[in-house]
């Protein structure tokens, strides 16, 4: 396994959106781009700075133990922080990761922000890290991420029943989608033209 992945985790850039390694220094900066709706179908609820720089502290330990990267997204116009993706359950001989634990602040949901963000994570997954699957899940009630994600033109693949209990207590099926390596080219040209709009 590439320890640099992990030691020195990459920026990754486009014109409008930098995502940068995530740090515990972030975690004001996020907490300022937080709203507790954000949470909702998340497996924790974040209101205060000791939760979200716990929040921070794990991911940040999921890098040192070298099962995920996780980022910070900054809109570049502005130099903020806005919110938050990651890589995990990455396993290079398998060539296969995660893509989730996504939020951006309210302002910038359901804007050119997350076709940016998938846009340079999957390019880095599918031609620096030569993945062949790249695996992306959301809550079964969460219809706008299903719309979201299918959009992206990721293939549902089914429903994890009971797949993880929520910090409220809710015990939430997830669904299921993925990309791979031969659609990625297809895909990779959509998010070219949508990005070109914005």
């Known amino acids: 396994m590439n320890k640099n992945l992990f030691h020195s985790p990459p920026t990754l850039e486009s014109e409008k959106i930098k995502l940068i390694p995530l740090e515990v ?17 998340m497996l924790t609820e974040i ?32 130099n903020k922080i806005i ?9 290079l001989t398998q060539k296969s990761c995660e893509l989730g634990s996504t939020w951006y602040s309210k302002d910038h ?16 997954c599918f031609e620096e890290l030569g993945m062949m699957r ?18 992206l033109g990721a293939v549902k693949e089914g429903v994890l029943r009971k ?7 809710y015990v939430r099926n997830a669904v299921v989608y993925s990309i791979i390596d031969e659609e990625w080219p297809s895909i990779k040209d959509g998010f070219v033209l949508r990005n070109s709009k914005y």
């Open 25 to 41: 220094k972030h975690s004001k900066e996020l907490l300022e781009a937080n709203d507790p709706d954000i949470w909702r179908f």
């Open 83 to 91: 919110g938050s993706t990651r890589l995990f359950e990455i396993n």
């Open 47 to 78: 209101t205060t700075h000791e939760q979200m720089e716990q929040w921070v502290s794990a991911a940040v330990r999921l890098r040192e133990q070298e099962t995920a990267i996780p980022f910070a997204v900054v809109l570049k116009e502005q």
């Open 163 to 169: 797949e993880r209990i929520l910090s409220g207590g």
């Open 134 to 151: 790249v695996q992306i899940k959301t809550d079964e009630r969460n219809l706008r991420s299903q719309r979201a994600i299918e959009r």
């Open 109 to 124: 949901q359901r804007s050119f922000v997350n076709s940016h963000c998938k846009y340079l994570i999957l390019r880095y």
